[in-house]
């Protein structure tokens, strides 16, 4: 990831063995990590069982709050295209309960379709 993705906010895809190493202790018996992005530093997990969101807070990122969305919590998402002028993919997703979606933005170079597609094949089982 480039300098200007990371301070413009973009994601791009980092290994499962990272993130292992960091949310290890997070996961529950048997559950695997399957893909992961990185938004400067926070995360965005799929796991076989849920969708882990780290958020890293403050100037350090020493305190990390950790959002655990159940697959079947997810009621509705979108995806918006990078394009000539915006250069950033969206993704959006409603959660049960809540009128607002979680916003995430992903840089041009990565494939907003296969995000989709991960998260559609959790959510369709």
Do not use: C
Not at 19 to 34: C, D, F, P, R, T
Not at 48 to 70: C, F, N
Request: overall charge neutral.
């Amino acid at each position: 990831m480039g300098l200007m993705d990371g301070l413009l906010g973009n994601a791009s895809e980092v290994t499962i063995q990272e993130v292992q190493n960091e949310l290890g202790k997070l996961l529950a018996s048997g559950e695997q990590i399957e893909k992961a992005y990185k938004l400067i530093r926070d995360l965005f997990v799929f796991t076989d069982k849920r969708l882990i969101l780290v958020d890293k807070q403050g100037v350090t990122g020493k305190k990390v709050e950790y959002h655990s969305i159940p697959y079947k919590n997810i009621i509705h998402f979108s995806i918006e295209t990078a394009g000539h002028f915006d250069l950033d993919a969206e993704l959006k997703i409603w959660l049960s309960g809540s009128q607002m979606p979680i916003q995430k933005q992903f840089n041009k170079t990565l494939n907003i379709y296969e995000v989709q597609s991960v998260l559609a094949g959790y959510i369709l089982k």
